[in-house]
């Protein structure tokens, strides 16, 4: 995952940080760990088992649930939205 996004898009609410992910799909507990929503991966898993997590507004139990380009996760006064970072492709050139 990356550091959020700028707000280049005009249609995300003003209380959502856009996360950038590096690839997709990726799991819930991990953008949970790894944006510092909660403490530990096994923190993440209790929670979203719990039940206190949203994705998309709807309650949310399965912790290895893909997340994908667009979704939007909710956990403790938090939103965040989810972006694909655009990938950069580099031309390797044929060995002579």
Excluded: H, W
């Excluded at 550091?3 to 996360?19: C, E, G, H, Y």
């Excluded at 819930?28 to 923190?43: C, N, P, R, T, W």
């Amino acid at each position: 995952m990356t550091a959020p996004a700028d707000r280049a898009d005009k249609n995300v609410p003003a209380d959502v940080r856009i996360v950038e992910i590096s690839r997709e799909p990726v799991e819930l507990y991990k953008i949970l760990k790894f944006e510092g929503m909660v403490a530990s991966g096994g923190q993440a898993k209790v929670v979203v088992a719990a039940g206190q997590v949203l994705v998309n507004g709807k309650i949310e139990t399965q912790k290895r649930k893909k997340i994908l380009t667009g979704d939007t996760i909710e956990f403790n006064n938090e939103k965040i939205g989810i972006k694909l970072a655009a990938t950069v492709t580099t031309e390797v050139s044929p060995p002579k």
